[in-house]
């Protein structure tokens, strides 16, 4: 058992993991502001023993200090996240992301507490070399386009984590995150999966972002919390970056199929050109597929959940959101295919 803190706990893959740590004998602290996480996303885990929430930003350098103080290691999620969102708050991206980092940073080299650092595949940037593979070059677009402040953020925390490794010894590990979805994910700030299904399961068009032949490779949360804890857990992944990620890839074009089938949605799929999507000049990733193999050498972790039971578990999820919402129209079979409504 041990003490660990989990910023951004109650985030989409914060609180994932915190339900994680806590069943396997962990005392789990949060620290969140409710920016995007939300206390819904950690209702289960409210007045356990093993679970302390606070509310607050990791810009408060002595709160997050009482915190640090508290625990053996440190797990960092908390950030700015979701193209929206990025495009909405550039200030916020870059304050929280790189000096929230340096918060972290600095008070876990103080008090000498192991970290994991959660970055993003977004630092490869528009990198037309597939897969991608830890060592490769990052290729970004101007300034002028804020999607590529939410990238040099990252780089930068990574760049500082690396120079803590190496000047301060700090133990501390670099997770880059690929595109990871699953239960309890919104689409409220953009992330396509959950926004897709919200769209299908209310009988709205399904909104498929320029030409529909981007890809991406979607994990399942579960997964990706496994492969964040086997790599706190080992002393050599210290000072290393490893990309996080399920490779198998599909377009967005056929995962906007794949949800109407699987809703049996009567919903069109409607293309909208980037600029109204995002805002003029958008730039977008035409595939993002992640090399897992440095990753599996040494944890040994492969996913173990596909893309149909990933597109199973958000629809079943939602069913169940929508369900004391408003109210859902679902195909006729539904209920029996997804096992939510008699
Ligand atoms: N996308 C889309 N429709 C939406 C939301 C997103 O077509 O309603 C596209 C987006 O343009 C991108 C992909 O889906 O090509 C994945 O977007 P997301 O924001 O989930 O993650 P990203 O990979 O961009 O970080």
Excluded at 255 to 272: D, N, Q, W
Aim: hydrophobic share 40%; glycine share 8%.
């Amino acid at each position: 058992m041990s003490r660990v803190l989990v910023t951004g706990g109650a985030g989409f893959i914060g609180s994932h993991l915190c339900e994680a740590l806590v069943e396997r004998g962990d005392e789990v602290y949060v620290i969140d502001d409710l920016s995007t996480g939300r206390l819904e996303n950690v209702a289960q885990l409210d007045g356990h023993r093993a679970f302390h929430f606070t509310s607050g930003t990791i810009l408060n350098y002595p709160l997050l200090e009482s915190l640090v103080r508290k625990v053996d290691r440190i797990f960092h999620l908390a950030a700015v996240v979701g193209v929206q969102k990025i495009i909405e708050v550039p200030i916020d991206t870059i304050e929280i992301n790189v000096l929230g980092a340096h918060n972290v940073l600095t008070l876990a080299a103080r008090h000498n507490k192991p970290c994991l650092l959660a970055s993003s595949s977004e630092v490869y940037g528009k990198s037309n070399k597939h897969p991608f593979t830890e060592d490769d070059d990052a290729v970004y677009g101007p300034t002028t386009k804020s999607r590529w402040g939410y990238a040099c953020s990252k780089a930068i925390d990574e760049f500082l984590a690396l120079a803590y490794f190496r000047s301060k010894k700090l133990p501390i590990t670099i997770a880059r995150l690929f595109n990871t979805t699953g239960p309890r994910q919104t689409g409220r700030y953009g992330m396509v999966l959950p926004r897709f299904v919200e769209q299908a399961l209310r009988g709205e068009p399904i909104t498929v972002f320029g030409s529909g032949q981007q890809s991406r490779c979607f994990a399942d949360v579960s997964d990706v919390v496994t492969a964040l804890i086997l790599l706190t857990d080992i002393p050599e992944a210290a000072g290393q970056v490893f990309n996080i990620g399920n490779p198998e890839e599909i377009t967005i074009g056929e995962l906007a199929g794949l949800v109407k089938e699987m809703t049996e949605s009567a919903s069109p799929i409607r293309l909208i050109p980037y600029d109204e999507a995002y805002q003029p000049g958008f730039e977008d990733m035409q595939r993002r597929v992640p090399n897992i193999e440095k990753l599996h050498r040494l944890t040994g972790f492969s996913p173990k959940i596909k893309l149909a039971q990933i597109a199973h578990r958000v629809i079943t999820g939602k069913l169940q959101e929508m369900e004391t919402d408003v109210p859902v129209m679902p195909g006729p079979s539904m209920g029996v295919r997804f096992g939510v409504r008699q």
